[in-house]
């Protein structure tokens, strides 16, 4: 198939596979007889499939699976597996078939083959490796001394820094890490995981779960969508990589000078922070996740993205301040109301008019990020708010602006993207707990905040920067109290 050949494999290997619920012989070979070969391949989007060679133990050779009887018999079983490659375990789950083609959702790969009788996987620990976030992480263990004849590296190991949960044990660990290149190459380089170990055991969706949250945790901490490598689990005496399906990310690693934090500045709280983290995402639910829906490397049309994040907006508004009523405009509904005579017309006006005493989306929109401090102008962030409420209905009804071409449309549409989506950045690291000060270093004080300044320019929030004012002309920005690591 055409999508096989192009494919960029996380895993493509040989192995035997039999149902994992079969008897094993106490004798080398490891697998019963019915073993079928195949191959296994895992996409970098978590895609699974196993091609097999022939069928499993008890099935037809047509495989007539067309009943929705012998679907769900197939997708309640598992499959175990022996890669060819040092004889590595394979556990595959949540399964559909077709043909000798099988999909799963979930599959574990252990650094050796799964022994004895088969039982449902519970974890004591997840591993996030943090490669990729080394310049978040700042610190460095690893010096180099360089001479004309003799040249030295010196290491001194981090002491592993733990934050108690609630639900467990976080545990930042730092270690060094070699590649061997060649026969006389190392390349050696600072390395470093996160681990969560659980005070119960957790199953695999939990574990799967659990290291979204990180990623989540990450984004917002690094704003960027650089994706974190699979998890590492422990199951009894396995470790194990989970796979399991995600969207791919193309973003580059963060740079320091890009993130609005670093982990010297939060190592005090930062097991706070995933607390809060945690609490947060379960409080406000959409009003989170429509924005992270937003980061995760999937492509959204212009408008959809627009709606997503302004959508979020109003539901992060209702969440943190209920559902509210405007006294003035109450009383005046209730002034409205009593004029009426008709009973069942002063009861349809009481219906229709009962919505109006609420916050609309532009109130909505202007109380959340006047809140943030970031120096707009009140009106302007007023007009700002206004046309985004304006263009959500437009969106939401389907109608079109006549006015312009859909080009320039999308084309204004485009720039409140770019303005909403750092404010609704800083929201999200506000409520978790970052200090609101830093919040708005990254967002509009830091030399490096001037594409976050064109956008909020652009968006008509701030006026342009004067490309003749010289740096050392403009008046000093005051101080935060979390001045980041150089």
């Known amino acids: 198939m055409a999508d096989d050949q192009s494919a960029d494999w996380a895993v493509q290997e ?16 490891n697998r019963p ?17 196993l091609d097999l060679d022939g069928v499993l133990a008890g099935q037809d050779q047509l495989l007539p699976v067309n009943t929705r009887e012998e679907f769900d018999a197939i997708r309640a079983r598992c499959i175990r597996g022996v890669l060819r490659s040092r004889g590595r375990g394979v556990l595959l789950f949540d399964l559909a078939q077709t043909g000798t083609r099988v999909a799963a959702t979930q599959c574990l790969i252990s650094d050796q083959p799964f022994a004895g009788g088969f039982e449902k996987p519970v974890f004591s620990q997840i591993d996030a490796d943090l490669k990729g976030f080394e310049q978040w992480l700042w610190e460095r263990a690893l010096t180099f001394k360089y001479g004309k004849v003799v040249s030295t590296a010196k290491y001194r190991k981090p002491k592993p820094i733990v934050y ?9 660990e730092q270690y060094l ?14 390395a470093a995981f996160l681990r969560f170990e659980p005070d119960e055991a957790i199953g695999l969706e939990a574990a799967v779960e659990w290291h979204r949250w990180f990623q989540d945790l990450m984004i917002l901490l690094t704003d960027s969508d650089y994706r974190l490598e699979w998890p590492e689990v422990r199951w009894g005496e396995h470790y194990c990589t989970l ?42 639910g959409p009003g989170i996740y429509l924005y992270l829906g937003t980061r995760r490397g999937m492509q959204l049309y212009t408008e959809n993205q627009f709606t997503t994040l302004v959508s979020g907006l109003e539901g992060f508004h209702r969440t943190k301040y209920g559902v509210g009523k405007l006294e003035s405009v109450v009383k005046k509904v209730e002034r409205i109301v009593n004029q009426i005579t008709a009973k ?9 008019l009962s919505y109006s005493t609420s916050p609309n989306l532009e109130a909505r929109i202007f109380e959340l990020v006047e809140g943030l401090a970031l120096g707009f ?21 389907g109608e079109s602006d006549r006015t312009t071409t859909y080009t320039e449309f999308t084309t204004s549409v485009q720039k409140k993207n770019n303005a909403l989506r750092p404010l609704c950045h800083s929201l999200a690291l506000v409520e978790i707990g970052l200090d609101p000060a830093m919040v708005r270093a990254w967002a509009v004080e830091k030399p490096q905040a001037y594409l976050r300044k064109w956008y909020f320019a652009e968006a008509g929030l701030i006026d342009h920067a004067n490309p003749n004012d010289r740096p050392e002309d403009r008046a000093p920005t005051a101080k935060t109290s979390n001045t980041p690591v150089p």
């Open 344 to 352: 069942k017309d002063k009861k349809w006006a009481e219906s229709q």
């Open 164 to 172: 108690r949960l609630q639900r467990g044990r976080l545990t930042l």
């Open 243 to 284: 796979y399991f399906s995600w969207l791919a990310s193309r973003a580059e690693r963060p740079r320091i000078h890009e993130c609005p934090t670093n982990f010297p500045q939060i190592r005090d709280i930062f097991g706070a922070l995933f607390e809060k983290w945690l609490s947060v995402r379960e409080t406000y």
């Open 14 to 29: 040989r192995g035997h596979f039999w149902w994992a619920d079969e008897v094993l012989p106490e004798r080398y070979p």
């Open 177 to 190: 890490r070699g590649r061997s290149e060649g026969l006389s190459d190392i390349t050696w380089s600072e």
């Open 377 to 397: 102008d009140k009106t302007r962030l007023r007009t700002f708010a206004k046309s985004c409420a304006t263009l959500r209905n437009l969106l939401l009804h």
């Open 33 to 49: 007889a019915s073993a079928v070969t195949g191959e296994l391949k895992i996409t970098r989007e978590g895609r699974i499939t």
